[in-house]
DNA sequence: GTCGAAGCGATGCAAGTGCATCGGAACGTC
DNA sequence: GACGTTCCGATGCACTTGCATCGCTTCGAC
């Protein structure tokens, strides 16, 4: 057996530069040279762990995915025993990086989401990410408030979460009125059980 | 006066080229070549447009932004006599762009959301026709429920519907479940108010 | 040691990019 | 009808892109 390289773990800082890059100038800006640049590999360490750059995109989708899931379920289960509505917001919250510092990821997001409209591997990877946050959130809204229809209230948050997390990227809401509005919404779904 | 052309329409002509790509391959897929070969001028006409690339697609975005503002709102003069209920109803409809001929629309609008997050003369159009919608969608709700913040109410409600359209775009949701979230948020809206 | 496979990095390559240039066609003015 | 201005469309150019290629290094098996 020749040389030996962690595979995975090249992949995953490549993928890491990718979403930098993706950060500050869209996906457009990613390009192999840029990438290997900036993960500090040369062009031919690219190549070599992703066959074709649509396959270095998907598996740079699917990690951070994968990272922003991990916070979500963070977030819950590092406050477990407040209640359920503070879960929820915590959760909600946190799928829509409103947080100075995760306002690169949403960038990334987004800028994936822009290219699933018309790349129907990425499309993929996002739809089984959406529907594990649902399911999550479905959940959570069962335990919170006894809603009628839990997977609609489910659909609604995100959906919700998503267009603000939008909102704020391109200047539209404050990050503070986005928090407001994500207050407000879960106020009402909260009221709406009491009564 | 040598040849004159008539440049607005021009305009507009490039722009619905633009369009149309950035629909079937997204942004990235919008070259000078290609748009001027859609919109069946030379490429040179298209540079006697618009001085550079960016300037055509700030000019694009413009175009598209206007047809989406000018659907909702004849979409509401159309059905006055109706209740403020209904009329928050379509033009919410309206702007999600669920309906399948509006699709196109909606990839064209994701992609321009997606660059503007790291373009600033593109995040500049998109505020000022969010804006726009804002304003028209708090009066709405005003008009249609007492709630206390109307303001509030309609950003929830435009984040919720952009939010929906990105679903549906990415087949996390049909369009038929996207209105009924829609129809079930606009409903708590209002039960809220006769309470 | 020697060998050979696995991985590396530099370079090559064809295609495509935005923008600049330029000769000539088109049209109102005199 | 000649003229000059405005516009047009083709071509050129420097550059970048994704991907293929090819010596060379590295390291475990024998």
Redesign the pocket.
Known sequence: ?????D?QS?RRQIAEAVCQLADESGLE????????ARAE?????V??????????LVFALGHIGERIAARVTARLVESPAQSARTALGHATTEVSLLQEEHRAEARVWLAFVAQAAVSPSLAEILRSNYAGLQTVFARLIAEAADTPDPDRAARTLLALADGLTTHVLIGHLSPAMALDVLDGHLNRLWDERAS
């Open positions: 057996m020749p040389k030996q390289v595979h090249r800006g990613v390009t192999l040279r840029d990438v290997a590999v040369s062009m031919g360490a190549q070599r762990c992703f066959a074709t750059k649509e396959e270095m």
